[in-house]
Nanobody, 124 residues
Framework: QVQLVESGGGLVQAGGSLRLSCAAS????????MGWFRQAPGKEREFVAR????????YYADSVKGRFSISRDNAKNTVYLQMNSLKPEDTAVYYC?????????????????WGQGTQVTVSS
């Protein structure tokens, strides 16, 4: 059983940056690919980014490509999401999730473990 705890959310002006962290415990972190998802009010949870077990492969939603960067530190059992050039439409609760499968999946239903989420609000 893997426990995930996100941090780093907050209020930022458009054009600003935030760095989210997700600390994992209770399992072998390097066995899991990690993903970031987000959910805005009234909308379905959507894929943001994914990183492979070793960190060598990354995938991004088109809406964040070139602005967001996912990384991981397996020695610290932590995955990060660096968010730059933030836009009001990035406002959402951001979740990290763990996936045992090695295929680059983007459907939130296929991830096994989830954090509680952290709020990101981007003001215009």
């Amino acid at each position: 059983q893997v426990q995930l705890v996100e941090s780093g959310g907050g209020l930022v002006q458009a054009g600003g940056s935030l760095r989210l962290s997700c600390a994992a415990s209770g399992g072998t972190f390097s066995n899991y690919a990690m993903g970031w998802f987000r959910q805005a009010p009234g909308k379905e949870r959507e894929f943001v980014a994914r990183i492979s077990r070793g960190g060598g492969s990354t995938y991004y939603a088109d809406s964040v490509k070139g602005r967001f960067s996912i990384s991981r530190d397996n020695a610290k059992n932590t995955v990060y999401l660096q968010m730059n050039s933030l836009k009001p439409e990035d406002t959402a609760v951001y979740y990290c999730a763990a996936d045992l499968n090695i295929a680059p999946r983007v459907d939130f239903r296929e991830y096994e473990y989830w954090g509680q989420g952290t709020q990101v609000t981007v003001s215009s």
